[in-house]
């Protein structure tokens, strides 16, 4: 295993738009998304903060940055996971979301771990 191997998380992502929170007309399109992350490494880690980058289809971008997420800075050991929902504001009826989660292992080493670009589209608009 190489040494990069021993601090890895997974991110899976799994969204919705929330209609009944939306108002379209006053431009405002709420979706969830549901974020798994798995220690696929071999070190035992916390997630410290998370950084979020959300664009929306106008390009106005949003930076979000915090402790741990939904109130929480969970320890996974290796092969656990940890699944949170929580949720994002748009003006438009598509964006997309990316970002990461600084990590400390149990070894005292701080990584990053990307959470993949993902997108936020109301039903039928995109194929």
Known sequence: MQDNDRYEFTVRVKTAYLQEQSVPEDNRFVFAYTISITNTGSVPAT????????????????????????????????????????????????????????????????????????NLATPHTLH
């Open 47 to 118: 997630l410290l903060r998370r950084h979020w980058v959300i664009t929306d289809a106008n390009n106005k971008v949003q930076e979000v940055h915090g402790d741990g997420v939904v109130g929480e800075q969970p320890r996974l050991d290796p092969g656990q996971t940890f699944q949170y929902t929580s949720g994002a504001v748009l003006e438009t009826p598509v964006g997309c979301m990316e970002g990461n989660y600084d990590m400390l292992a149990e070894d005292g080493v701080e990584f990053a771990s990307p959470i993949p670009i993902f």
